[in-house]
């Protein structure tokens, strides 16, 4: 079976300041996928990022780049220059085939991130 | 980018009421939406999975007759808490996609259900 594992339950981070979001995953599945999502206290979850299996480099998006070790099975976030605007929940997650035309998101169990002035 | 709306954001009603949340995806199709349930200071725990036109597929351990999905239309599910009692008190969150594709998940706001 799939798992996700998320091993910080809470970090801190200075404004300015650049934050690694830890993750680690299990699959025997070739080909799959892993997403971030963040979770503001008002309780919306936003897409950050995706990396692909077979994709050849890290993905990036702005602020957010995922180091993606393969051969560790780790898909770490990295957020650059902490806003306070960044202090939230985070979620990996990692896609699950169901079907030949359905699939599942497995979630981690979040990370909280608080950043500080 | 996808935007997907959850209707009401905010329930509070007696015990024995039964409740609709309301998951459109405004623009884009969605051929697939989710349901999950979030207790406090925890993750997602995914409820059912549903495609349009057909039988939602639940998760284990939760009942198919107190959590009613209708997934009628390419834009529209909806989640029905039936006969609501305070244990189903929680968050509930839908989420869309386009289909079976590296496509993220697009989540709604979510509904905070309180139940007296």
């Known amino acids: 079976a799939q798992k996700i594992t998320q091993t910080q339950p809470g970090m801190f981070v200075q404004e300015k300041e650049a934050v690694t979001l830890d993750c680690t995953y299990d699959?025997?599945?070739?080909?799959?996928?892993l997403f971030w999502y963040k979770q503001p206290s008002s309780g919306e979850m936003i897409f950050l990022i995706y990396?692909?299996?077979?994709?050849?480099q890290n993905a990036t998006e702005g602020r957010y780049s995922l180091n993606f070790q393969k051969a560790r099975k780790s898909a770490n976030l990295v957020i650059s220059a902490s806003q306070l605007g960044d202090s939230a929940m985070y979620f990996c997650?990692?896609?699950?085939?169901?079907?030949?035309?359905?699939?599942?998101?497995?979630f981690g169990t979040g990370t909280r991130l608080q950043v500080f002035p | 980018g996808a935007v997907v709306s959850q209707h009401p954001s905010w329930v509070i009603c007696k015990s024995g009421t039964s409740v609709k949340i309301e998951c459109r995806s405004l623009?884009?199709?969605?051929?697939?939406m989710f349901w999950y349930r979030q207790f406090p200071k925890q993750s997602l725990m995914l409820m059912a999975t549903?495609?349009?036109?057909?039988?939602?597929?639940?998760e284990q351990g939760v009942e198919k007759d107190k959590f009613l999905i209708n997934h009628a239309s390419l834009t529209l599910s909806t989640l029905t808490v039936t006969s609501a009692h305070p244990e189903d008190s929680s968050f509930y969150i839908c989420?869309?996609?386009?289909?079976?594709?590296?496509?993220?998940?697009?989540f709604g706001d979510g509904t905070r259900l309180s139940i007296l």
């Open positions: 699959t025997s599945d070739p080909s799959y996928g």
């Open positions: 623009d884009f199709q969605a051929t697939t």
């Open positions: 989420s869309a996609k386009h289909s079976y594709s590296n496509q993220p998940q697009h």
């Open positions: 997650a990692m896609r699950e085939a169901v079907s030949y035309n359905t699939d599942k998101l497995i």
């Open positions: 549903s495609n349009e036109g057909s039988k939602a597929t639940y």
């Open positions: 990396q692909g299996s077979y994709d050849q």
